[in-house]
């Protein structure tokens, strides 16, 4: 049986096929729902027409909360019937959570249940393999921080307010939002300086000046650029220096490097307050790993380092050739939802 798992997020499309409960194949696409529904209804296609035809398509979405729609049950209804449509197929199926699997007909009404359910989809899989986990999956906008106890999917939250406020999820991601999200000010030239409130630079300015993130389009850095200019070392320093209100010149490597720098520990730290939040309720044995996940799961394995725990990578528990496995862990909801028993 061939299964295609799909993650339907506001700013990429991941598709996973799986063959007799092997990975075979993974794509990605960037998507912008906000600028118009053809531009989610053109990466399905495209990703289908890439990966071919299927016994089975599971769902699971994150783009209901584009503001392209007045509200989350019209985003998830409307992901569906976009899904349905593109994937021609009677046999698509949609994750909702807990629940499990639906069809079209039951989203309407299980339409909570099902938005922005995906980060569970690769928690059960991880659970699945470990009895006591921290899971912590990185993408390029979001970190999921999923505590795992007695081999079953323990976070108390649900939804996106409710894992917000319980520290299972934090709005901060490898490569996509503002730097300015975490921190206030910045040191700059040993000065304290405050920060222009402008979409002048994202993440992914700052792990390109830390080495993180190479120069050019990868599948880590799919979205524009804030200035719309190269993604290069240098215009990533250029976009970075007009957050502390100077030109490039008047920002020297070694200054530039340290600015980010600072944004990148502001960052991490905002996540590490989320983690102490989940720890603080006991939900994280003493001995239990943490698993990483997402195109930011280095800056995870580091985490684990600073919190005294074992890493292992989300990769390991995947069934798929070797040169398919660091594709499955960036896109961990999709190849999920191809590989987790209906």
Avoid at 182 to 191: C, K, L, Q, T
């Amino acid at each position: 049986m061939s299964v295609i798992g799909w993650d339907i997020g506001g700013a990429h499309v991941k598709a996973a096929r799986a063959e007799g409960g092997r990975l075979v194949a993974i794509t990605q696409r960037a998507c912008a729902p906000h600028s118009g529904l053809a531009h989610l209804e053109v990466p399905i296609r495209e990703a289908l027409e890439e990966l071919g035809p299927a016994t089975q398509h599971r769902v699971t979405m994150t783009a209901e909360l584009s503001d392209a729609f007045e509200d989350r049950t019209q985003g998830v209804v409307s992901v569906a019937a976009i899904a349905a449509r593109e994937l021609r197929s009677d046999a698509v199926s949609f994750y909702a959570g807990a629940r499990g699997f639906i069809a079209r007909a039951q989203v309407r009404d299980a339409a909570e249940a099902v938005a922005s359910a995906n980060w569970r989809a690769s928690a059960e899989l991880v659970a699945q393999h470990c009895d006591e986990a921290l899971f912590i999956d990185m993408g390029s906008t979001t970190t999921d921080i999923v505590p795992i106890s007695d081999g079953r999917v323990s976070a108390l939250g649900a939804t996106d307010a409710e894992r917000l406020a319980k520290g299972e999820l934090c709005y901060s991601g490898f490569s996509r939002g503002a730097p300015q999200a975490y921190a206030m000010r910045a040191p700059v030239n040993g000065a304290w300086t405050p920060l222009v409130n402008e979409a002048f630079a994202s993440m992914a300015d700052v792990r390109r000046l830390l080495g993180e993130l190479p120069e050019g389009e990868t599948s880590a850095d799919l979205s524009p650029t804030a200035d719309g200019r190269p993604k290069t070392a240098a215009g990533s320093h250029a976009r970075l220096a007009r957050l502390v209100g100077l030109d490039a010149a008047q920002l020297a490597p070694g200054q530039a490097r340290a600015l980010a720098d600072h944004f990148a520990r502001m960052q991490m730290r905002a996540i590490e307050d989320q983690i102490a939040l989940v720890a603080s309720r006991s939900a994280i044995a003493l001995n239990a790993p943490i698993i990483g996940a997402g195109v930011g799961r280095t800056l995870v394995a580091r985490l684990a380092q600073t919190q005294g725990r074992a890493y292992r990578d989300f990769a390991e528990f995947i069934a798929a050739p070797d040169a398919l496995r660091v594709a499955a862990s960036d896109c961990a909801p999709a190849t999920a939802m191809a590989l987790l028993a209906n």
